[in-house]
């Protein structure tokens, strides 16, 4: 299978578990999938996002090596919503290596600071930093404040992880 072709063929959720169910836990289909994921082919990026995210779900194994690449990734001026925010949500279910926490926590605090990101962005970058904030307690402080900045001009969606994620900042 083409991956490129594939992604450009059809963007829909029958297709992105089409390629998943395709790249499976093999490494070599998950490298190519991770160069276009990587890439600068703006529709391509966004699009092999989505999958990214499953793939890394279901394998969390596979995207560990690409993490530090990643990360690195959320920093790229241009960058398409999509892409993001799926790899937002990833870094909310996976062990971030000590080594990346530092980078992970300044992209997240940048995402999650901004005016004009998606709520969905703001969200999961929020989790993510709670996350590293339970190996990193050091950060609490300054995560709480910004959720409590933000609070009184937020969604309801916003509102509610947020409350959450308050109420668990006070127990670590």
């Known amino acids: 299978m083409d991956l490129r072709s594939e992604i450009l063929r059809e963007h829909s959720k029958k297709q992105t578990m089409r390629i998943v169910r395709y790249v499976g836990d093999d490494k070599k289909r998950f490298a190519v999938l991770m160069k276009l994921f990587l890439g600068d082919e703006y529709r391509i990026s966004q699009r092999a996002a989505w999958m990214v995210n499953y793939c890394a779900g279901y394998h969390p194994e596979l995207i560990q090596p690409y993490l530090g690449k990643v990360i690195a990734n959320l920093k790229k001026p241009g960058l398409h ?92």
Do not use: D, H, W
């Open 81 to 172: 919503a999509a892409v993001k925010r799926n790899t937002v949500r990833l870094l909310q279910y996976i062990a971030i290596p000590s080594r990346l926490m530092g980078p992970a926590a300044e992209a997240c605090f940048v995402l999650f600071s901004s005016k004009s990101e998606p709520v969905a962005v703001k969200c999961f970058s929020m989790t993510v930093l709670f996350n590293i904030c339970k190996k990193e307690p050091g950060l609490k402080n300054e995560l709480k404040l910004m959720i409590e900045e933000q609070l009184p001009y937020s969604s309801a969606g916003f509102r509610a992880r947020a409350g959450r994620t308050l109420a668990a900042l006070e127990k670590l």
